[in-house]
């Protein structure tokens, strides 16, 4: 049984980093591509990008100046990083299998965790 | 604003058929498979189907997508109150370059 939890500070200051690590238990990290999409509260899904086992990384344009995205195949997670977050940041953010490499072939997805940007 | 378009809200009676449009374009949908989600209240989406009309195992044969030209439908038939989510289309739109959703579409079963 494959499963995905994300983990990371649910609150973040204006400007700051925002990082999340996504565990990923059942599978091996170097079996498939792994993405990132968010949530903001209320509102519809927006991919942020996704990654390879071999570190290979594909990002939303509206969002590839501040994301940075990698894999540790040693702990079998995979990590995000968000620069210079906003209030427009504050979204539930999820990680995701991407069996395809194609990002839209997303067949198991974590709970998702709530990140709120507030000062 | 999306560039994949659906209808916000769409509603049935159990038992009843409903479907479900997103529109799109040639750079998007034209071209590109489509995949469906369901959200149920409170939880993380769940993959419906795949490559336009394929169903992971575990999707009741109820759902059922297809897709012409610059659009896609996701059909649901024999509704049940367990159904009632929000639906959103998914492809790789080839301008952007970048995987796209849409708006979402929220299902009543009346």
């Known amino acids: 049984q494959v499963q995905l939890q994300e983990s990371g500070p649910g609150l973040v200051k204006p400007s700051e980093t925002l990082s999340l690590t996504c565990a990923v238990s059942?599978?091996?990290?170097?079996?498939?591509?792994w993405d990132w999409i968010r949530q903001p509260p209320g509102k519809g899904l927006e991919w942020i990008g996704f990654?390879?086992?071999?570190?290979?990384?594909k990002y939303n344009p509206s969002l590839r100046s501040r994301v940075t995205m990698s894999v540790d195949t040693s702990k079998n997670h995979v990590s995000l990083k968000l620069t210079s977050v906003t209030a427009a940041d504050t979204a539930v953010y999820y990680c995701?299998?991407?069996?395809?490499?194609?990002?839209?072939?997303?067949?198991?997805w974590g709970q998702g965790t709530l990140v709120t940007v507030s000062s | 604003q999306s560039v994949l378009t659906q209808p916000p809200s769409v509603s049935a009676a159990p038992g009843q058929k409903v479907t479900i449009s997103c529109s799109g374009s040639?750079?998007?949908?034209?071209?590109?498979?489509v995949s469906w989600y369901q959200q149920l209240p409170g939880t993380a989406p769940k993959l419906l189907i795949y490559?336009?009309?394929k169903r992971p195992s575990g999707t009741p044969d109820r759902f059922s997508g297809s897709k012409s030209g610059t659009s896609a439908t996701l059909g649901i038939t024999g509704l049940q109150t367990g159904d009632e989510a929000d639906y959103y289309c998914?492809?790789?739109?080839?301008?952007?370059?970048?995987?796209?959703f849409g708006g979402g579409t929220k299902l009543t079963v009346l």
């Open positions: 040639s750079s998007n949908i034209g071209k590109n498979y």
């Open positions: 059942g599978d091996s990290i170097s079996s498939n591509h």
């Open positions: 995701a299998r991407d069996y395809s490499g194609s990002g839209i072939d997303l067949d198991y």
């Open positions: 490559d336009n009309n």
């Open positions: 998914e492809t790789w739109d080839s301008s952007l370059s970048a995987v796209i």
């Open positions: 990654v390879s086992y071999s570190g290979n990384t």
